[in-house]
């Protein structure tokens, strides 16, 4: 099950990869604009560059709660709740193309602190 969560994490921070591809104008397949919330803050090119690297922060974020799970880390769990109230205010700064983030953030913080309360991490 270690693994499996580990695996979850590591994709959840896999998919931030496309906000930096996205800021960056690094491929065809991912939008590129510089507003924020929904439209209405434009941070100009080397802002949205800049929030396109805190995109990135948020990916390694979720890769390093991983990497401490996978190896049996108990600091995986600080990581992990850090990464995931990181990445949802991001998301929300993103919305509406971030929604599922939203989603997916919200269920795993609820997992992890119902498992730190019920003791089942």
């Not at 690297?53 to 990916?59: D, I, N, P, Y």
């Amino acid at each position: 099950m270690r693994f499996v969560l580990a695996l979850f994490l590591f994709a959840h921070g896999f998919a931030h990869l496309p906000g930096l591809a996205g800021a960056w104008r690094l491929g065809t397949g991912v939008p590129h604009k510089t507003t924020l919330l929904g439209g209405r803050l434009d941070l100009g090119e080397g802002g949205i560059r800049a929030f396109g690297v805190v995109w990135l922060l948020g990916a390694l974020a979720f890769i390093a709660a991983a990497a401490a799970l996978a190896l049996g880390q108990p600091l995986w769990t600080t990581l992990a709740l850090a990464a995931a109230v990181f990445s949802l205010a991001i998301s929300v700064l993103a919305l509406p193309d971030a929604v599922v983030g939203v989603w997916v953030n919200v269920a795993l913080l609820a997992l992890l602190l119902a498992g730190a309360r019920l003791g089942w991490l």
